[in-house]
């Protein structure tokens, strides 16, 4: 078993999560594994950023694939013992201008960016080593889909006790809702992107809650964060930030020092704590 540090980052052949991999390359003392959905994509990442001379090493990964991921925790469990730090980077978004019924779009997106998000945590937070350091990508639009919220919502996405089951509950409720067509009604914004991350930002409150529980001593520290608005396939061409630029963020997360203890449970942009 090595005993090398170990990092590993979610949907990174391409955009933010290519440009998290490039800098944790440079800046972690251990091996940085690229995961894609795609092996080929994968491996064509791979021989990009070897051509910068940088070492990335790449392991096939579908989020949305709960036998992929076991095999992923599987295989660092055997080779290293665990693992260092984790980022949570995939993640889908609908165009504006695309015709997809809203209630697909919503349950499309919802079953990859927080219900495949949950299971990966749910198979390798087990694995985060001792003063570990793990970073959901979340997004600023969690911040103004919370205010498009009903107050009652609002104040249950907003509270310091909600768990894991009751988050669960409530974004199955508004899949369900924008199928039934009265998401609206019962207190949604009409943004399935932005509840996906309301969703991302709540779970990571949540985790960082049953960390401090179960795992006090332990110095991990885990946090959601926005990269901001960045030129990639996704948010389009129009953005000011490029991919590098938006890495600084969740790369400033994954990289906090042993003996800081915190942000922790944060959601966080610019490298600033954002009240949520």
């Known amino acids: ?17 290519l440009a998290i991999v490039r800098a944790l390359c440079k800046k972690f003392s251990g091996d940085v ?11 064509a990442a791979v021989a990009k950023l ?20 076991q095999t992923l925790r599987d295989f660092l469990k055997e080779k290293y013992g665990g693992l260092n730090v984790l980022v949570n980077n995939a993640g889908i978004a609908f165009k504006a201008a695309d015709t997809t019924p809203f209630a697909v779009q919503a349950e499309v997106t919802l079953r ?10 749910t198979e390798l937070l087990p694995l985060i080593k001792p003063h ?31 768990t894991e089951e009751e988050l669960v509950k409530c974004m199955e409720k508004f899949v369900e809702d ?16 932005g509840v996906s991350k309301i969703g991302v930002t709540v779970l990571s409150r949540i985790q960082a809650r049953i960390l401090n529980d179960k795992r006090k001593g332990d110095g991990i520290l885990l946090n959601a964060c926005c990269p901001g608005w960045v030129r990639t396939d996704m948010a389009g061409s129009k953005a000011p930030k490029t991919p590098d630029e938006g890495a600084e963020t969740p790369v400033y997360l994954a990289l906090l020092p042993p003996d800081a203890d915190g942000p922790h449970g944060q ?3 610019e490298k600033t704590v954002c009240p949520w």
């Open 178 to 193: 924008t199928k039934k067509g009265v998401h609206v009604k019962e207190g949604w914004p009409n943004t399935a992107y």
């Open 1 to 17: 078993m090595s005993s090398t540090p170990v990092a590993v980052v979610t949907g990174s052949n391409k955009g933010i999560g």
């Open 132 to 162: 570990g350091r793990v970073v959901n990508v979340s997004s600023m639009v969690a911040f103004s889909a919370l205010s498009g919220c009903s107050q009652d919502l609002q104040q249950r996405f907003r509270s310091s006790t909600i």
């Open 112 to 121: 990859t960016n927080f219900f495949a998000t949950r299971e990966i945590c």
């Open 267 to 269: 959601h966080v942009s």
């Open 33 to 43: 594994y690229l995961t894609s959905r795609d092996t080929e994509r994968g491996q």
């Open 50 to 69: 070897q051509e910068e001379g940088l070492k990335p090493l790449f392991h096939q990964l579908d989020i949305d694939d709960l036998q992929s991921i």
